[in-house]
C-alpha cells in the first residue's frame, strides 16, 4: 500500500490541524492505517490507528481525548483531527499499514508532514 501524508503546518498551541493519509489503491479490510509522529531526538511513535474493514480506532494514551482518526472509503483516505495541540505534539507526521495496529509492514515511510506547535 502507497500512502501519502500531508496537511501539516504552523500552528498555536491550543489549535487545531487536521492531516491527511492518502492510499493509492483501496486499502483492504483487514489492514489497519496508522498514524505516527517522530521528534527531532525521538524515537517514532504511533498515536493513532483504525482498522480498515470495521473503523476500530486505538490511540497512544498521550493523544487520547485530542485526537480523532477516522477514514473515508469513497476517497480511500485516513484523516487525524487533532485538537487541543501542545507543543510536544510538535513532530513529522508519517502514515503506514500494516494488519496489526501500530504496525508498517504494509507501506514504505514516505517524506511525512511537519506540524510545528507553537507556544
Known amino acids: 500500500v502507497q500512502l501519502q501524508a500531508s496537511g501539516g503546518g504552523l500552528v498555536q498551541a491550543g489549535g487545531s490541524l487536521r492531516l491527511s493519509c492518502a492510499a493509492s489503491?483501496?486499502?483492504?479490510?483487514?489492514?489497519?492505517i496508522g498514524w505516527f509522529r517522530q521528534a527531532p531526538g525521538k524515537e517514532r511513535e504511533c498515536v493513532a490507528a483504525i482498522r480498515w474493514g470495521s473503523g476500530r480506532q486505538y490511540y497512544a494514551d498521550s493523544v487520547k481525548g485530542r485526537f480523532t482518526i477516522a477514514k473515508d472509503s469513497a476517497r480511500s483516505s485516513v484523516y487525524l483531527q487533532m485538537t487541543s495541540l501542545k507543543p510536544e505534539d510538535t513532530a513529522i507526521y508519517y502514515c503506514?499499514?500494516?494488519?496489526?495496529?501500530?504496525?508498517?509492514?504494509?507501506?514504505?515511510w514516505g517524506q511525512g508532514t511537519l506540524v510545528t506547535v507553537s507556544s
Open positions: 503506514a499499514a500494516d494488519t496489526s495496529p501500530c504496525g508498517s509492514s504494509l507501506s514504505k
Open positions: 489503491g483501496r486499502p483492504y479490510s483487514s489492514h489497519v
